[in-house]
């Protein structure tokens, strides 16, 4: 029974240190990844002159 409490708390301490990693990683590389994967404003066609 004790080998079992110390795998669900070895489980539970990773999980949250990687929530936290996540949360920590999105907070400061959140906005420049954001700015390589945001949709570009489409560019203004040229008008065809006839």
Do not use: D, H, N, Y
């Not at 079992?4 to 539970?12: C, E, H, S």
């Not at 949360?23 to 002159?49: M, T, W, Y």
């Amino acid at each position: 029974m004790e080998l079992v409490f110390t795998t669900v708390a070895v489980i539970g301490g990773m999980t949250f240190s990687l929530a936290v990693a996540i949360l920590v990683e999105e907070l400061i590389f959140g906005k420049v990844l954001c700015a390589f994967f945001a949709p570009r404003a489409p560019q203004p066609k040229a008008a065809v002159q006839r």
